[in-house]
């Protein structure tokens, strides 16, 4: 068994419930920058997951152009953040065990890592975790470079990745380590299990279960 028993978490969706904030932030965004298109709500369900970057570059060519939406949608996420953001509930309960047993819990996402900061804080469970790697460190998800940077930071070479859209289960295939996929924010069962998960729960206290009765590490 390796020493440091490390799980790494995607942040939005995962961890905590953004699902309506990116939505809300997503329409204000829009309505500044493209005040003559109608973003449909099929649109919006599509940008849970994916980086900024890969979104805007489908109204938007150039790098300048792209990066000036990114910093707005931050400039807006940021203000509605505190009056959208929630934790899952039982989130809490399960990252204390994760630390109060030994588990080195971590975070790999596609969002920039003070924003991740910001919804931790504000939700009470920064406490838990040990580290954040987030878009402006790595090659954004599905790449694997998120996962592969965790595993040079803790000196493993396996981890647990836990996330909540078909692309964090890509990610941890393309990584080659084993993903628990989490249904309680948008993504069924057979939609994780489809894009590779290793495992899928319903609820937060299950990851526990894996993690005491399963050989993960």
Known sequence: MQKNKVVAFD???TLLNTYNLIQETFKITFKELFPNYNVTEEEL???FGPGLGDTFSKYV????????CISRYRYHNQKIMAEYITCFDGIEEMLKYLKEHGYRVMIVSNKVSSAVMQGLVLCNVDKYIESIIGYEMIIPKPDPDGIY???????VDKLLYVGDTTI??????????PTVGVTWCKSSKEQL???GATYVIDKPSELIDIL????IF
Do not use: L, P
């Open 11 to 13: 942040c939005d969706g």
């Open 193 to 195: 299990y489809s894009a």
């Open 61 to 68: 060519k150039t790098k300048e152009e792209i990066d000036y």
């Open 168 to 177: 964090d289960m890509q990610t941890g295939v393309n990584a080659n380590v």
């Open 45 to 47: 369900e599509s940008f």
């Open 149 to 155: 940077q965790a595993m040079k930071q803790y000196n």
């Open 212 to 215: 005491e009765n399963e050989i």
